[in-house]
């Protein structure tokens, strides 16, 4: 590389195969020597880059309510038995509805509802059917609400993986 380097840390990166071949195309037009002074730029910046992300997110502490959530996501899955594959099993939005639910206000949920045809109460036609939600504690409810909305995202993401696998990727039939 260009003797004239900084002392950055090496940085890792995840290049695309697309990648890959764009940065040899530019190695060939640039001739080698540019192309490693504008290689070790991008990096540099890729590398400063990192860090401000690393300083912004590193001294944050995960909150009691955040641990909160997590826990309660775990315990469903360990306790409740609501496995990856439970919530995959539920594609229409009725983890987020159930969410909704514990995480309506409480007066909320006695609203009329009668004209949707799910239900009396606006709780009761956003609840999906067989599934009934155990209020209590307010805290406690809107917990639930978060480990539900990350179960949900959660699916989401594995929908998306499974229907876009990554290229190359020999686990998904690619």
């Known amino acids: 590389m260009n003797q004239k380097s900084t ?16 940065i040899k ?44 959530v997590l826990a309660e996501r775990r315990r469903q899955v360990e306790q409740e ?16 509805a159930f969410a909704a639910v514990y995480a309506m206000p409480p007066a909320a949920r006695d609203w009329p509802a009668e004209e949707t045809g799910y239900g009396a109460t606006f709780g009761e036609a956003l609840c999906p059917e067989d599934w009934t939600p155990k209020f209590g504690d307010r ?6 609400a978060g480990a539900l909305i990350l179960a949900e995202i959660e699916r989401l993401d594995r929908a998306d993986i499974a229907a876009n696998p990554p290229k190359g990727d020999t686990r998904h039939g690619q």
């Open 7 to 22: 002392n950055a840390a090496p940085v890792a990166v995840d290049l695309s195969e697309k990648d890959w071949l764009n």
């Open 25 to 68: 195309l530019a190695a060939v037009h640039l001739g080698e020597a540019k192309f490693y002074t504008a290689a070790e730029n991008l990096f540099g910046i890729l590398a400063r880059r990192r860090e401000r992300v690393a300083a912004q997110v590193a001294p944050v502490a995960m909150s009691l309510a955040a641990a909160a």
């Open 81 to 96: 038995d609501w496995s990856h594959e439970h919530d995959d099993a539920h594609p229409c939005g009725e983890i987020a």
């Open 139 to 144: 805290r406690r409810e809107l917990v639930k």
